[in-house]
């Protein structure tokens, strides 16, 4: 909140990790009128508990007397660190069957969460109250998508992910990329079906997707408690050596 003051922009959004720890903190952040970026999304699970909590967030703003059309949030869904980390274990399976699924895992997680983005909004029968008080929707948005295995295409993660609402964040490498020879063209409608056979045949394997993405979450959790360490060491050793 004291950020959001002296910043004082309104395209400010306010990063929040999708912990368990951190989704009240996104109810109450949105409570508050203050539009928040929703990051360390990597489950179907955890992702509705995301909606859950920005659908109560925005209520609780509305019934606070915020303009609700001032409110944004996204909702940041991690794409190729699944696939760096299921492809490890179908390489090690070794059989036709898994090396068969080697860069499928990532694309239709994402695209599974875009189904879950089209039915929890459209069945929450409170969206629709607040949306015609001025709410906007939560977007899903595409992070991590860079290509990290070079034999798959370099716009791998931004052409397979195109739909309505839709936000990816892609490094300028992959920007490069896509604007020399990307698709654009929308590519997830209709790929619910396969995306659901994917992650069955995943479970054959005895490739426990929700395994995997938790060891991500706990990851990227650490990765962002050493890079806030690192800063206030930094901004402490400057501090040391102007009072030296």
């Known amino acids: 909140e004291e950020l959001w003051a002296k910043v004082d922009r309104p395209n400010v959004m306010i990063k929040i990790p999708a912990t368990l720890e951190g989704l ?10 203050i539009s928040v970026n929703v990051t360390l999304i990597f489950s179907l699970e955890r992702y509705e ?6 659908i109560e967030g925005i209520a609780q703003a509305a019934a606070n007397g915020h303009d609700l059309k001032h409110i944004g949030s996204v909702a940041s869904f991690f794409v190729s660190r699944v696939d760096t980390a299921v492809d490890k274990l179908l390489e090690a399976n070794g059989s036709e ?17 875009y189904e879950l983005f089209e039915k929890k909004f459209a069945a929450d029968p409170r969206w629709a109250e607040l949306e015609a008080k001025g709410a906007k929707k939560q977007r899903p948005l595409w992070a991590s998508t ?17 739909a309505e609402h839709v936000v990816n964040t892609m490094p300028e490498k992959t920007l490069n990329a ?29 490739i426990n997707i ?35």
């Not at 009240?24 to 009128?33: N, Q, R, V, Y």
């Open 49 to 54: 508990q995301v909606i859950d909590a920005f």
């Open 24 to 33: 009240p903190a996104i109810t109450a952040t949105l409570a508050k009128g």
């Open 146 to 162: 860079g290509t990290k295995n070079a034999a798959y295409s370099d716009c791998k993660y931004v052409d397979e992910l195109v």
């Open 178 to 206: 896509l604007a020399d020879h990307g698709n654009g063209a929308a590519s997830i409608k209709g790929t619910y079906e396969e995306s659901h056979a994917i992650m069955n045949k995943l479970a054959e394997l005895g």
């Open 97 to 113: 069957e898994a090396k068969a699924l080697e860069g499928k895992a990532a694309v239709a997680n994402a695209r599974l969460a």
């Open 210 to 244: 929700k395994d995997v993405t938790d060891k991500l979450e706990a990851d990227g959790v650490a990765a962002f408690i050493k890079s806030w360490d690192s800063v206030i060491a930094d901004v402490q050793s400057g501090i040391d050596r102007v009072n030296a």
